[in-house]
């Protein structure tokens, strides 16, 4: 049952990009065009240059003692995103978008904040703090 949902979905959504871009074609003509042409354009140049960025985050965020999962992820979908920029239409230009606006690395603290190096003491099991007994 699952897969012939999934296929229906396949099928019509094309079907429905189709529609939706004659339907636009038919009230806005050329400059729907332009606006598809746009981001195509936008969508190459954020697929170049996440190409260029991904080795350098990679190699900082392992330098940094960090996995490169998040990175890998953040960088995938900002490909993906690319990808359904190229492809003409207003659906896919809306997933990109959604995409693009999903955070995919926690916001940077401020400067003036306190980080921990991920260093520990070498004997942890001591408590430290003032003790007074009252009997």
């Not at 939706?20 to 050329?30: H, K, N, P, Q, V």
């Not at 936008?42 to 965020?61: H, S």
């Not at 998040?70 to 659906?91: D, Q, R």
Request: hydrophobic fraction near 55%.
């Amino acid at each position: 049952m699952h897969v012939l949902l999934f296929l229906l979905i396949l099928l019509a959504f094309p079907v429905l990009e189709i529609w939706l871009l004659i339907e636009l074609a038919s009230r806005y003509g050329w400059p729907l065009l332009g606006y598809l042409v746009l981001m195509a354009i936008l969508g190459w140049r954020l697929i170049q240059d996440e190409k260029l960025l991904i080795v350098g985050r990679v190699t900082q965020n392992m330098l940094n003692g960090g996995t490169p999962a998040k990175v890998l992820f953040g960088s995938a979908k900002n490909l993906i995103a690319g990808i359904l920029l190229i492809i003409p239409g207003v659906i896919t230009d809306a997933i990109a978008a959604i995409l693009l606006l999903i955070p995919s690395q926690p916001p940077i603290a401020s400067s003036g904040s306190t980080q921990s190096t991920g260093r520990r003491a070498a004997n942890d099991d001591v408590i430290e703090g003032e003790f007074r007994r009252e009997d």
